[in-house]
């Protein structure tokens, strides 16, 4: 398998514009997850999804904020309209819910200027 | 999920075994212990966990402590590539994120 995708690699991108980032999960995971790194806070969870519902989203930051799971290949997050705050790592990570251990995406580095 | 506390950072030289604590004396009968690390601008990776017993894989080993209040990660033989952010992570609700602290980060020399 080759694990879990996440696009693009590096996103630069101006205040005001809209980013969506994308994650394809391994096959067969069901729980996919969302998490955002900054040297401040750390790795945060932002939201995740059980068989592509929504479980919970109380880290996602505000409104500006929205993840999506249309099917169980593939989901997006979007940050509308971006803020220069909003520069970090997004980290994508699935796993199956029989399971405890997550893999973890490649990651992508955002840059809002 | 039980709080655990770890050493901002520690130093470790090269071929000699890397001992990494963790305290998670909240830990309650059903929450496992996991360990992860994240290799600078790379996503975490899974290293090992346990519930009670010691456990042993190829990249490391986990000695819990009899309370299970707290336990160890040997890397037996640390290399450059060891170094790394390692995340200590009580866990035990399936079907629930893994929540992530800071870590301690390791540094291993030559």
Redesign the interface.
């Known amino acids: 398998d080759a694990g879990v995708i996440q696009s693009p690699r590096h996103e630069v991108t101006e205040m005001g514009q809209e980013v969506t980032l994308r994650c394809k999960p391994i096959s067969g995971h069901n729980s996919l997850f969302w998490y955002r790194q900054t040297m401040m806070r750390g790795l945060e969870l932002l939201i995740y999804f059980n068989n592509n519902v929504p479980i919970d989203d109380s880290g996602m930051p505000e409104d500006r904020f929205s993840a999506k799971m249309p099917n169980a290949s593939f989901s997006t997050l979007k940050i509308q309209p971006s803020e220069p705050r909003d520069s970090a790592v997004y980290f994508c990570a699935s796993r199956w819910t029989g399971a405890y251990e997550q893999y973890f995406g490649p990651g992508t580095r955002l840059t809002v200027t | 999920d039980a709080k655990t506390t770890q050493p901002p950072s520690m130093d470790c030289a090269e071929g000699r075994a890397a001992n990494l604590p963790c305290n998670h004396s909240t830990i309650s009968g059903n929450e496992?212990v996991?360990w992860y690390r994240?290799i600078h601008?790379?996503?975490?990776?899974?290293i090992i966990?346990g519930l009670k017993n010691n456990e042993t894989n190829e990249m490391a080993s986990l000695i819990i402590t009899e309370d299970r209040k707290s336990s160890t990660l040997i890397l037996p033989h640390a290399t450059l590539r060891d170094t790394a952010v390692y995340?200590c992570i009580a866990?035990g609700q399936?079907?629930?994120?893994?929540?992530?602290?800071?870590g301690t980060t390791l540094s291993v020399s030559s």
């Open positions: 496992y996991y994240q601008s790379q996503g975490p990776q899974y966990h995340y866990y399936a079907g629930t994120a893994l929540i992530f602290g800071k």
